[in-house]
């Protein structure tokens, strides 16, 4: 976003050595620059410490953060999110008409095992996520659907069955760490979540420690007759590891997303014997919420469903727009 002399990236694609600011809202690698090339001069980045570590395991070069920036123009500060361990939202303060923005990146609002809900903040423009802005997704209670996947993990450990639990590496791997690691003393993960793990645990996350897998420590494993938990990537029912592990095993294997809404055809895609609601974006509901509790003026719906999202809160009242991917600034809209 442009002010008069001033830039302000949020989640770019590219580090543009121009600008006056960048600010990263987490470690996703959909919300971080496509390119590993650093580039020659890297701007004042805002985003938590988190973020940093995570950005430079997945660019492979390091970056100074800082947890707020201000000059002439603007001001930003950051707070929680409650998407991912490291997640953060941008409040922005435009200083000359003293405008509060606020660019929430992927958000969740309910409190889910070691995460606090975001708090939605007062506002004049609101750009936020759209990903589940469809009235056709609102999910049950996350402890409502751990409860359930603890029920169900614990019978098939108990019937000596290894069970891989699917989650991306970053963010849905380490909440299914700490929802079931105390489940089996045996514990694999994958390497990218084994990485993420390694690095939590360094930034003060308390989880379950867990080996990085391979074949070798799973069938010394398995000869002993003791099931074993593995944290795998959420990959879809044709990853051969997968169904391998299935065949000589007996392995059970459990998906949670968002997309478990629709149970079965998730599970025939993920070849999961067994799925769960649960998401790291708020729900249609819980995104409507966020919208009225912080009053804002105009909101801007980025991602996922922002085309629907938008048109839903026009009806509730709201000014709403979605914008279109790839638009670079929104100066246009602040007139």
């Not at 600010?23 to 959909?30: A, E, K, P, Y």
């Not at 999110?81 to 008409?97: C, Q």
């Not at 084994?194 to 003060?204: A, F, P, V």
């Amino acid at each position: 976003m442009n002010f008069k002399t001033s830039k302000l990236l949020l989640d770019p694609k590219k580090i543009d050595p121009e600008a006056d600011c960048i600010f990263i809202s987490h470690g996703h690698t959909d919300h971080l620059p496509t390119s590993r090339k650093k580039p020659p001069r890297i701007p004042p980045i805002v985003c938590s410490e988190a973020t940093a570590k995570i950005f430079e395991e997945r660019k492979g070069y390091s970056i100074n953060h800082q947890s707020s920036f201000s000059n002439d123009e603007f001001s930003i500060v950051t707070a929680p999110n409650g998407h991912t361990y490291d997640s953060t939202v941008a409040v922005i303060t435009d200083l000359e008409t003293q405008k509060r923005i606020v660019y929430t990146g992927d958000i969740n609002n309910e409190n889910r095992a070691y995460m606090k809900g975001f708090t939605p903040i007062k506002c004049d423009i609101l750009i936020i996520e759209g990903t589940w802005g469809d009235k056709n997704y609102t999910f049950p209670s996350f402890n409502d659907q751990i409860n359930l996947a603890r029920n169900y993990v614990k019978n098939e450990l108990a019937k000596g069955n290894p069970v891989a639990l699917l989650g991306y590496p970053l963010g849905k791997s380490q909440l299914l760490n700490f929802s079931f690691g105390d489940l089996c003393e045996n514990r694999f993960s994958s390497n990218s979540i084994w990485k993420m793990e390694q690095i939590h645990k360094d930034l003060g996350l308390e989880l379950f420690e867990t080996k990085n897998m391979n074949s070798a420590l799973l069938e010394k494993t398995s000869t002993k007759k003791e099931p074993w938990l593995l944290f795998y990537n959420h990959v879809g029912r044709r990853d051969v590891t997968l169904r391998n592990l299935k065949e000589q095993y007996n392995l059970k294997i459990v998906g949670f997303s968002g997309w478990a809404k629709n149970k079965e055809g998730y599970k025939i895609q993920m070849g999961a014997d067994e799925a769960f609601t649960i998401s790291d974006h708020s729900d249609y509901q819980s995104l409507l919420n966020i919208v009225k509790a912080s009053k804002p003026e105009r909101v801007y719906t980025v991602f996922g469903n922002a085309k629907q999202f938008a048109r839903d809160l026009q009806k509730d009242g709201f000014n709403a727009t979605p914008l279109e991917e790839g638009q670079a600034t929104l100066e246009s809209f602040f007139n």
